[in-house]
């Protein structure tokens, strides 16, 4: 343990201030530092969710919420009364984008972290100029977040590997939000010529219910995994849902390909980067035969789907990544970090 030097000038006092401190040191350094040691005490972090994203009633959250997400020593809460003792507030995007909820700066006490949650991607979130200097930390997909949540991930399977489901049709998409600026729009008219495609969803007037939709895509040998615009380790439920979790190969637009990597094995999804045009990449696609489309699903004898996409959830990590997290941190310009 380095030494503490006690400055002169404390006198008296200093020395036995300096005397607690050391005392307080050696006791840390019993807790953490004695191998295979007591642990260090834990305590029970209270999460204040000032406003539940999308929703104007929040779930009810019963103490044991975050331990059957794996998380112990966290409670979450919506009652705003807790604002003077949360350990971390949490605010959800849209909501101050719209204005349905305020900040409470003038009640805010001195050093509480705040933290800024947004799931959607950088062309469909406005008003980051107008929080500038507010929040500490950010729960986001981006893997640079300090609470990084992304909309799904492999885990390590245990147990058999269910069989893949047949495939009688081509390609599927889902589609609700249809408009002809998106490059999604565009590559889709692009591919329509060259390739089968089916689509469903409010755009077309075909919507799936959510029961219906992965064993209608199941049927596919392709899904369309095109996000609604292209932004940094952008990746949603549209590839781990709607297409791996279905059983389909994700045919993806979105980040470069070094992102998806990040997140999947580079051979479980066909990026359309990989191809000169729309036609190259339908002749591909169509080209495959049996043994090749089945290597796709290579990562399917090691690893299963674990899906994000309950906010409780998410709001829970911040719990376990509390004491990893940069106190004096200050997101001055949200903007610049959140659109670059
Ligand atoms: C909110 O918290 C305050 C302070 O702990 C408590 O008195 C009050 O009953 C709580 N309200 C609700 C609706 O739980
Ligand atoms: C399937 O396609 C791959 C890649 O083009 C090729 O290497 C392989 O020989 C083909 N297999 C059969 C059985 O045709």
Redesign the pocket.
């Known amino acids: 343990m380095p030494g503490v030097a006690v400055p002169r000038s404390w006198g008296p006092w200093g020395a036995w201030s300096g005397l607690a401190l050391l005392s307080a040191l050696w006791l840390l350094w019993l807790f953490w530092g004695a191998p295979g040691g007591v642990p260090a005490p834990q305590r029970t972090l209270t999460i204040l969710v000032w406003n539940w994203p999308f929703a104007h009633r929040p779930p009810e959250l019963p103490s044991d919420t975050c331990t059957r997400y794996g998380m112990a020593h966290c409670s979450l809460?919506t009652?705003?009364?807790?604002l003077a003792r949360a350990d971390a507030v949490v605010f959800h995007h849209r909501e101050l984008q719209t204005r349905r909820a305020r900040l409470p700066l003038a009640e805010r006490p001195r050093g509480q972290p705040w933290v800024w949650a947004s799931m959607e991607s950088p062309s469909h979130t406005r008003g980051l100029d107008r929080l500038r200097g507010v929040f500490n930390w950010v729960l986001s997909y981006r893997r640079d977040s300090d609470i990084f949540v992304p909309y799904g991930r492999l885990e390590p399977r245990e147990g058999p590997v269910p069989p893949l489901p047949a495939k009688s049709r081509v390609a599927a998409w889902v589609v609700s939000n249809f408009q002809a600026q998106q490059r999604r729009v565009q590559l889709y008219r692009q591919l329509a010529p060259h390739l089968p495609v089916d689509v469903y969803g409010r755009a077309n007037q075909r919507p799936l219910c959510a029961d219906c939709l992965l064993p209608t895509v199941a049927r596919y040998l392709f899904y369309l995994a095109f996000e609604n615009s292209q932004h940094p380790d952008y990746i949603t439920e549209k590839f781990w849902h709607n297409a791996l979790a279905a059983g389909a190969v994700p045919v993806v637009l979105g980040p470069p390909r070094a992102s998806y990597e990040a997140f999947a094995p580079p051979d479980s999804f066909v990026h359309v980067d990989d191809f000169g045009s729309a036609r190259e990449l339908a002749a591909f696609l169509l080209g495959m035969n049996e043994s090749q489309y089945r290597s796709y699903f290579g990562w399917r004898d090691r690893f299963r789907v674990q899906l994000f996409n309950d906010w409780r959830q998410r709001f829970c990590a911040i719990c376990a990544r509390y004491p990893h997290l940069p106190r004096d941190q200050v997101y001055q310009d949200l903007q610049s970090w959140f659109q670059a």
Do not use: K, Q, V
Request: no cysteine; charged share 20%.
């Open positions: 809460s009652n705003r009364s807790l």
